[in-house]
């Protein structure tokens, strides 16, 4: 039961539509249903079902949508991390708002909400994110680093609304 | 402050990802130094911000029950296609509450049997399906002691086309026992060592049918044990291996 609720979860934050994400798990399960051969025994289970309904959505039209080139600077050269005393972001963590959380979560590209969304809430290991994602690890890892900036932006810019 | 270095890591230190050995010394270093430790406390307040805030959405009751009965009508319709099958046990297993379902409607031989097919499935799905990993049947048999209620006897394999690949325990209707698993080709095929007093007396009256169960399955008795041996191997893979069972016990 743990899969299908939180790839339903996973599918839901990808598609940010109820019927779009019943649609993709349902689709998920068929594949995994007929392509199970491929499945190595001894290979990570999870991370293959992930994979699956990455895949289809990536080819659906909602993703094909979402998934339009990451820009060069989403990829390129860190930033240089600002002295971290009192930050505004961390000053709405503390307060645990999850509705700005959730704000800016939706409002950062697919590459960064997936990648945010298996660490921190699949709680999968940067190995399982690399299968997963079919990137390698360092990508996880720069990936990971840029999502979170860009969610420390997202929140700082929430928080600057007011 | 040279933390340049350590800074560029903070994401695997908070990830638990940097290699043991280094996480000492970057502990050490996160406690003496202000500003890493400003910033990796960010970094875990996120983290756990992202944890709460995403797990936002569950399936609609009527969506999982759509599911359930998908899934339910897959395997009597595609019979046949033994990797299909398995896979169709699969996902019954990953959404549960199919199999508390339906089961509430089949008999107690049924639910045992569909019980041991889910136990097979679930092992070889699992990313690590033996705890006690060997081809040796000295090394696996005496794994099992004191870890069950009863000793069994593991065949010879020599030229019989099956390897051991290890054992581990598993719990049918709250009763310990005994699963090994054999690879027999590119086949996987499990047997189940269980206490016969504990299982339903009616296993044997109705022959098993590969229909109904959708792996090629035996089941019988001896000297107080029920065995199991399951698997999407052919029925004559599966009778070979159950036949060595019968012989070494």
């Given at each position: 039961m743990p899969h299908f609720e939180r790839l339903y979860n996973f599918a839901c934050w990808l598609t940010h539509d109820r019927q779009e994400a019943e649609d993709l798990v349902q689709e998920t399960y068929a594949k995994a249903l007929k392509g199970f051969s491929s499945f190595q025994l001894g290979t990570n289970f999870r991370a293959w079902i992930y994979k699956i309904l990455r895949n289809t959505f990536l080819t659906s039209r909602t993703g094909l949508k979402a998934t339009a080139p990451v820009p060069l600077d989403l990829e390129g050269e860190e930033e240089a991390l600002p002295a971290v005393k009192e930050t505004p972001e961390s000053i709405l963590l503390r307060r645990s708002d999850d509705q700005l959380v959730r704000q800016a979560l939706e409002q950062l590209p697919v590459a960064y909400r997936e990648i945010l969304l298996l660490c921190e809430v699949e709680e999968m290991s940067y190995q399982e994110i690399s299968a997963t994602l079919a990137i390698p690890m360092g990508t996880v890892m720069s990936r990971l680093s840029r999502a979170r900036k860009a969610l420390r932006g997202g929140l700082q810019e929430q928080f600057a609304k007011g | 402050m040279v933390c340049e270095s350590w800074k560029s890591k903070l994401d695997m230190y908070i990830d638990g990802e940097v290699p043991e050995e280094e996480m000492r010394t970057f502990d050490a270093h996160v406690r003496g130094c202000h500003s890493c430790s400003a910033d990796a406390l960010v970094l875990v307040q996120m983290k756990r911000a992202i944890h709460v805030a995403g797990k936002r959405y569950t399936p609609s009751a009527e969506f999982r029950k759509r599911m359930q009965q998908k899934i339910a009508a897959k395997p009597r319709r595609s019979f046949g296609l033994a990797w299909t099958l398995a896979a169709a046990a699969a996902v019954i297993l990953v959404v549960g509450t199919l199999t508390s379902a339906y089961l509430g409607t089949r008999s107690g031989r049924d639910q045992v049997f569909s019980e041991i097919a889910d136990l097979h499935v679930a092992t070889l799905a699992s990313s690590s399906p033996v705890d006690v990993i060997s081809t040796d049947r000295h090394t696996v048999k005496p794994?099992?002691?004191?870890?069950?209620?009863?000793?069994?006897?593991?065949?010879?394999?020599?030229?019989?086309?099956?390897?051991?690949?290890?054992?581990?325990?598993?719990?049918?209707?709250?009763?310990?026992?005994?699963?090994?698993?054999?690879?027999?080709?590119?086949?996987?095929?499990?047997?189940?060592?269980?206490?016969?007093?504990?299982?339903?007396?009616?296993?044997?009256?109705?022959?098993?049918?590969?229909?109904?169960?959708?792996?090629?399955?035996e089941?019988?008795?001896?000297?107080?044990?029920?065995?199991?041996?399951?698997?999407?191997?052919?029925?004559?893979?599966?009778?070979?291996?159950?036949?060595?069972?019968?012989?070494?016990?």
């Amino acid at each position: 039961m743990p899969h299908f609720e939180r790839l339903y979860n996973f599918a839901c934050w990808l598609t940010h539509d109820r019927q779009e994400a019943e649609d993709l798990v349902q689709e998920t399960y068929a594949k995994a249903l007929k392509g199970f051969s491929s499945f190595q025994l001894g290979t990570n289970f999870r991370a293959w079902i992930y994979k699956i309904l990455r895949n289809t959505f990536l080819t659906s039209r909602t993703g094909l949508k979402a998934t339009a080139p990451v820009p060069l600077d989403l990829e390129g050269e860190e930033e240089a991390l600002p002295a971290v005393k009192e930050t505004p972001e961390s000053i709405l963590l503390r307060r645990s708002d999850d509705q700005l959380v959730r704000q800016a979560l939706e409002q950062l590209p697919v590459a960064y909400r997936e990648i945010l969304l298996l660490c921190e809430v699949e709680e999968m290991s940067y190995q399982e994110i690399s299968a997963t994602l079919a990137i390698p690890m360092g990508t996880v890892m720069s990936r990971l680093s840029r999502a979170r900036k860009a969610l420390r932006g997202g929140l700082q810019e929430q928080f600057a609304k007011g | 402050m040279v933390c340049e270095s350590w800074k560029s890591k903070l994401d695997m230190y908070i990830d638990g990802e940097v290699p043991e050995e280094e996480m000492r010394t970057f502990d050490a270093h996160v406690r003496g130094c202000h500003s890493c430790s400003a910033d990796a406390l960010v970094l875990v307040q996120m983290k756990r911000a992202i944890h709460v805030a995403g797990k936002r959405y569950t399936p609609s009751a009527e969506f999982r029950k759509r599911m359930q009965q998908k899934i339910a009508a897959k395997p009597r319709r595609s019979f046949g296609l033994a990797w299909t099958l398995a896979a169709a046990a699969a996902v019954i297993l990953v959404v549960g509450t199919l199999t508390s379902a339906y089961l509430g409607t089949r008999s107690g031989r049924d639910q045992v049997f569909s019980e041991i097919a889910d136990l097979h499935v679930a092992t070889l799905a699992s990313s690590s399906p033996v705890d006690v990993i060997s081809t040796d049947r000295h090394t696996v048999k005496p794994w099992f002691q004191g870890k069950i209620p009863f000793a069994f006897n593991l065949p010879e394999l020599q030229n019989s086309g099956f390897t051991l690949l290890g054992g581990r325990m598993t719990y049918l209707d709250q009763t310990p026992g005994a699963h090994l698993i054999y690879d027999a080709g590119k086949h996987h095929i499990s047997v189940f060592i269980f206490r016969e007093q504990s299982l339903p007396a009616s296993l044997d009256k109705d022959p098993v049918s590969p229909k109904q169960l959708t792996f090629n399955m035996e089941t019988w008795t001896q000297a107080g044990l029920r065995y199991f041996v399951i698997g999407d191997a052919s029925a004559t893979n599966v009778d070979n291996l159950a036949k060595l069972f019968k012989a070494a016990s």
